[in-house]
Structure formats: C-alpha cells, structure tokens
C-alpha cells in the first residue's frame, strides 16, 4: 500500500480540465501506475478532506520523440478524473 503523496503525483491543469472542475467537479491527477481505484479514493480523500464519488483511470502510453542525438522512448502513465462530492472542492491554486 502506497502512501497518498506517492500515489498522488501531480494534478494535470489543461483548459479541458480546468472546464470539468467548474462544470462537473472532476479533477484530474497524475497518479502512480501501480495504484487501484481505492487507493486512489483513499489518497484524494485524505490529502484534501473531500468525499469522492466516482474515479475513471487510463494508461496514457507513452511515444517516441526524435532528439538531434537520436530516438528517445517516454514511459507510460496513469491519470485519473476524479468526481468528488457536490458541495466540495478542492484548492490547487
């Protein structure tokens, strides 16, 4: 079992996602690709004291990117939307 700040790694703030925190109380984390939905519920729900309703994963595989020195292969990753209670939010700013 991982600790919630291992599991928790970064939150992704694009446009799309800024958008789903207004409308819809979603938000989105970089998450360890070990972690399971609950260990990512219990994360979220102990680093910012919210209640969490429903969590969506995906694998983002990871592409090649071409350098001056050669082909470099970036590592999958793990995200998760994460809909948490109405009523609640969460402070990243």
Avoid at 23 to 35: G, K, L, P, T
Avoid at 67 to 79: D, I, L, Q
Wanted: with cysteine.
């Amino acid at each position: 079992m991982l600790e919630a700040h291992y599991i928790l790694r970064k939150p992704l703030l694009t446009e799309k996602t800024t958008k789903s925190m207004e409308d819809a109380n979603v938000y989105c984390f970089e998450v360890d690709r070990r972690a399971t939905k609950d260990d990512i519920k219990a994360a979220v729900e102990a680093a910012y004291g919210v209640k969490v309703v429903k969590i969506n994963t995906q694998v983002r595989k990871g592409g090649a990117r071409r350098f001056k020195y050669g082909s470099v292969a970036e590592s999958s990753w793990k995200r998760a939307m994460v809909r948490i209670a109405e009523g609640d939010a969460i402070e990243l700013f």
